[in-house]
């Protein structure tokens, strides 16, 4: 079992930063971890993947260059660095792990999931 809890959202204006944190406890060992969110009304999506190793990295393509994913496995920690933020970026964030280490944009490959956290960008 993996336990996920999710930190850091709040609201902000365009433009601004947030940083999400998730930490993980269990039985994390070779996990890839994702990012997904899901705005109101909306399906949840894909938005940063990284490997156990932090090597292999995934982005969406509307987060890629404003958002940095990364990982400190020593504290069971991972992060979701949003820059450059837009009113489009509201939405819950969930973290995700998937505990066969694989790097995948499919939500339904994840096994444990956070209970999320509401970013909201004002404009």
């Known amino acids: 079992q993996v336990q996920l809890v999710e930190s850091g959202g709040g609201l902000v204006q365009a433009g601004a930063s947030l940083r999400l944190s998730c930490a993980a406890s269990?039985?994390?060992?070779?996990?890839?971890m994702g990012w997904f969110r899901q705005a109101p009304g909306k399906e949840r999506e894909f938005v940063a993947t990284i490997s156990w190793s932090g090597i292999n990295i995934k982005y969406s393509d509307s987060v890629k260059g404003r958002f940095t994913i990364s990982r400190d496995n020593a504290k069971n920690t991972v992060y979701l660095q949003m820059n450059s933020l837009k009113p489009e970026d509201t939405a819950i964030y969930y973290c995700?792990?998937?505990?066969?280490?694989?790097?995948?944009?499919?939500?339904?490959?994840?096994?444990?999931w956070g209970q999320g956290t509401q970013v909201t960008v004002s404009s």
């Open positions: 269990g039985r994390t060992f070779i996990t890839a």
């Open positions: 995700a792990a998937d505990s066969r280490g694989r790097i995948t944009t499919t939500q339904e490959s994840y096994d444990y």
